[in-house]
């Protein structure tokens, strides 16, 4: 097991254990990385989701969603992923060059609500891998991680990921695309997501001067 706490990152898992997720996600672009986030962290990020405000944000003809503002909860979680052994851990599960951070934002898919995500690649601005990390309270239907060949219509990859704190790491890349499904039934769809870049580096993120892109 692979976790981030708020005394930094635990491994349990043996180099075997390891070089499987290796091995899938050569095959599969994509791997589930469970409680990635552990009990203490996801209970103190969903306090804070639950008071949190969100707005209406639309990515070009991409998705419709709803973006958390910047608060306790989305600094946490910026620091435990831009952990350097975090990094090196990433970069040996795909393969991917080196990490300068890890940029995100935690957004939410509210069923019947308009909101939708279709098939894209990421594949601008030095994004490498991406990941999502599920901060829900409550198990969501539907808003299923897909992964498909760019123009074809065979899904390579579908994955669920319902369970608190549990993540997905996916490949970013001119020749695969993903997407997320409709949430269906009456519990919205919360995450922790976005893309493993080469550059910038994070501290250079934190001097006030910088700005960090979300879309």
């Not at 973006?67 to 952990?83: G, K, P, Q, V």
Request: proline fraction near 4%; charged fraction near 20%.
């Amino acid at each position: 097991m692979v976790q981030l706490t708020r005394s930094g990152m635990n491994i349990s898992a043996s180099p075997e254990d390891l070089q499987r997720l290796r091995t899938h996600f050569d095959r599969h672009h994509c791997i589930r990385l469970p409680a990635l986030l552990d009990a203490d962290v996801v209970g103190l990020v969903q306090n804070q989701v639950e008071r949190a405000e969100f707005a209406g944000k639309t990515h070009q003809n991409i998705g419709v969603e709803l973006c958390m503002r910047t608060n306790a909860a989305l600094t946490l979680l910026y620091f435990l992923s831009n952990d350097r052994r975090f990094f090196r851990l990433v970069q040996e599960l795909t393969g991917c060059d080196r990490i300068g951070a890890f940029i995100g934002r935690v957004y939410r898919m509210v069923p019947g609500s308009g909101h939708y995500d279709s098939w894209h690649s990421d594949n601008v601005a030095d994004r490498m891998i991406g990941m999502s990390v599920n901060l829900g309270s409550q198990a969501y239907t539907g808003g299923v991680f897909q992964l498909r060949k760019r123009d074809s219509t065979e899904t390579l990859a579908e994955m669920p990921n319902t369970g608190a704190g549990d993540a997905i790491l996916f490949r970013i890349a001119g020749h695969v695309e993903h997407r997320v499904t409709a949430v269906e039934g009456t519990v919205p769809k919360t995450a922790f997501a976005g893309w493993f870049v080469s550059e910038p580096d994070f501290l250079s993120l934190l001097s006030p001067e910088a700005s960090a892109p979300v879309s």
